[in-house]
């Protein structure tokens, strides 16, 4: 379990955008760890979580769709039913609010890898380490103070 750095990019449904940062981030050996894009009444963006968050700041900047960051925490669940919703009914019951939440589909060893954001992410991750019956442990993070462009 580690807070990772969240890009958000509005503006993604357009002919060659999503194409365009996925190759200048393949380009860079940038990888994708979780993606998701939502698209709500003509308001599309696409959230993801990747490897190298400082050299997907840079590059993300130089596209003209508006670009956000927030710290998110990245947990390894099992590739079962019922992983992702033990964590969000823990959360529930402790009245954190899940503000956003995707996971991937599977990966190494039949984990999945499940993406909070949540308003309160010490204490949200002292209740998901509950849930999973681990020992607290300190959270690692995958995040550096932003450069330029938010």
């Known amino acids: 379990m580690q807070i990772e750095k969240q890009f958000s990019v509005t503006g993604i449904n357009k002919p060659a955008v999503l194409a365009n940062i996925a190759r200048a981030l393949a380009d860079e050996k940038v990888n994708i760890k979780a ?4 698209d709500s009444k003509g308001s599309d963006v696409m959230r993801m979580v990747v490897d190298k968050p400082d050299v997907a ?17 990245s947990v390894d ?13 823990k959360l529930s019951r402790s009245h954190i609010s899940i503000e956003s939440a995707y996971c991937t589909a599977g990966g190494p060893a039949g984990k999945a ?15 998901m380490l509950e849930a999973m019956n681990r020992k607290p442990e300190k959270l690692t993070t995958n995040v550096r103070a932003p ?3 938010r």
Do not use: C, W
């Not at 669940?77 to 009914?89: M, V």
């Open 35 to 38: 993606l998701i894009i939502t």
């Open 57 to 73: 700041r840079v590059l993300l900047s130089k596209f003209d769709s508006p670009v956000t960051e927030a710290n998110v925490i």
């Open 147 to 149: 450069q330029g462009r």
């Open 77 to 89: 669940i099992p590739n079962r039913p019922g992983a992702f919703a033990a964590l969000a009914e």
């Open 113 to 127: 890898i499940a993406i909070f954001q949540v308003p309160y992410i010490e204490q949200a991750k002292k209740v």
